[in-house]
């Protein structure tokens, strides 16, 4: 194709995010399958990181590849950006961020098991959570706990037909990424207001789906599905329950500044 050539100006390299994210594992799987990304490398290093090189590169107009995902406020940072095409439809297209819970927890506490399948919210919803926190500095967590409480009418579906507990424990696993860290801080604190004594541990999103499979955890709200944590899920889909999306329409793919002459990822050059 006739498109300008950026490989070299970015050292064959797409900036990526932590080596333990779903969207580290699916690039390392992109630049295996497409013959144009041959001899090209993920630079993982965090999110934080990312965010600095993206902000650089655009402030001096010049070209970068970065893995990226909605929701997030990068595209509230930068509305100029576009993801590249994906013909191969190794990023997937529209993704859920699911729920998961282990086997047993039914039976076992089946008023959480209830609340936390019945968790269910809006892009919109996690945005304003994300954003907020983005903006004022102030903590996602804090910032989640008002939601609940200026948000009574969207809650009250997810308490609905759920009893009353008296301080049943409920281990909930988590990644560190800002999407999840509301999501879980929103299910605690809703969870909270029908008795339960709620933790959120943030680990690896292998540890997420082991520690659900293992029953070291109960539940957890961070899975996405059907891709970007597939090898995650297939692993341990037989040993949890997949509860279905708490959200959808999430999206990960690779994404460059608009001033990139380029709209696939077979654009770019070897
Ligand atoms: N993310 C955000 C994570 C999940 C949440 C897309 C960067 C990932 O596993 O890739």
Request: proline share 4%; charged share 30%; hydrophobic share 40%.
């Amino acid at each position: 194709n006739g498109k300008v050539n950026y490989s070299e100006a970015v050292d064959h390299t797409i900036i990526g995010i932590e080596p333990g994210a779903g969207i580290s594992v699916t690039t390392e799987a992109a630049i295996e399958e497409y013959e144009n990304l041959q001899g090209w490398e993920v630079a993982l290093s965090s999110t934080g990181a990312m965010m600095t090189e993206l902000d650089n590169a655009i402030r001096n107009e010049e070209p970068i590849v970065v893995t990226g995902w909605n929701p997030h406020w990068m595209f509230a940072a930068h509305p100029d950006m576009k993801y590249l095409e994906d013909p191969k439809g190794i990023y997937g297209g529209e993704e859920g961020i699911n729920s998961i819970a282990r086997l047993g927890l039914e039976e076992e506490k089946p008023e959480a098991y209830k609340l936390i399948d019945q968790f269910e919210w809006d892009v919109e919803d996690m945005e304003s959570i994300m954003f907020e926190a983005e903006e004022t500095g102030r903590d996602i967590e804090e910032i989640a706990y008002e939601w609940v409480e200026d948000n009574e009418d969207k809650v009250a579906v997810w308490l609905e037909g759920v009893d009353d507990v008296d301080g049943v424990e409920v281990e909930l696993v988590s990644t560190p990424w800002d999407s999840e860290r509301a999501s879980s801080g929103v299910l605690k604190a809703a969870m909270e207001k029908k008795g339960f004594d709620v933790t959120v541990t943030d680990v690896d999103v292998a540890i997420v789906f082991e520690s659900v499979a293992t029953g070291n955890a109960d539940a957890s709200a961070a899975a996405w599905l059907p891709i970007t944590h597939k090898e995650f899920y297939n692993k341990h889909k037989d040993n949890l329950i997949d509860l279905g999306p708490n959200l959808t329409g999430a999206k990960i793919g690779l994404v460059v500044p608009n001033y990139m002459d380029i709209d696939s990822i077979e654009d770019l050059k070897p």
